[in-house]
T-cell receptor, first 113, second 112 residues
């Protein structure tokens, strides 16, 4: 079975632009979470979606938004990009709901210039 | 608030010697605890998890961790380090809600 997939793998944007990152969970998984991992740090929780509803939000500004589609794939949107948004964005899916074991995708590396 | 503290940012061991990566958690109740490994340019991989069953948890690649409530610790160990174990290791806690809390990571170097 395929694992969690994310696209694109790498992305370069300039300040003020917006970006959309995509994630496909493992087949059968209904929960998707998004994390931001700045170089040299541990991942920070951004959002969690379960059954297409937002179930959790981390301490990120409103420039960050997400949604989950009927097929359980998800998008993370970031508006008005700042240099500090440069990071590896990780998507994770879980089978047994929000508190289940999470399986991570390879991430999307975003560079904001 | 819930969090985990990884006590060492860097650990170096010689190949064939034991590995100890330390993690303390803070929570008002027993959380679910995990160890993940991240190899360079690869995704996070689950090593093991504790979910209030046995306090000694065995994971993949010979790793294990012991949950000690009295010490609020969940240290990761391996009897004999291999070169392929060199990576970044994250201790993670999860409450019954919907968030995973990552530690700051421990970089493991294995010296040949």
């Amino acid at each position: 079975d395929a694992g969690v997939t994310q696209s694109p793998t790498h992305l370069i944007k300039t300040r003020g632009q917006h970006v959309t990152l995509r994630c496909s969970p493992i087949s059968g998984h209904k929960s998707v979470s998004w994390y931001q991992q700045v170089l040299g740090q541990g991942p920070q929780f951004i959002f969690q979606y379960y059954e297409k509803e937002e179930r959790g939000r981390g301490n990120f500004p409103d420039r960050f938004s997400a949604r989950q589609f009927p097929n359980y794939s998800s998008e993370l949107n970031v508006n008005a990009l700042l240099l500090g948004d440069s990071a590896l964005y990780l998507c994770a899916s879980s089978l047994s709901g929000p508190s289940g074991t999470q399986y991570f995708g390879p991430g999307t590396r975003l560079l904001v210039l | 608030a819930q969090s985990v503290t990884q006590l060492d940012s860097h650990v170096s061991v010689s190949e064939g010697t034991p590995v100890l990566l330390r993690c303390n958690y803070s929570s008002s109740y027993s959380p679910s605890l995990f160890w993940y490994v991240q190899h360079p340019n690869k995704g996070l991989q689950l090593l093991l998890k504790y979910t209030s069953a046995a306090t000694l948890v065995k994971g993949i690649n010979g790793f294990e961790a012991e949950f000690k409530k009295s010490e609020t610790s969940f240290h990761l160990t391996k009897p004999s380090a291999h070169m392929s174990d060199a990576a970044e290791y994250f201790c993670v806690s999860s409450n019954t809600g919907n968030q995973f809390y990552f530690g700051t990571g421990t970089s493991l170097t294995v010296i040949p």
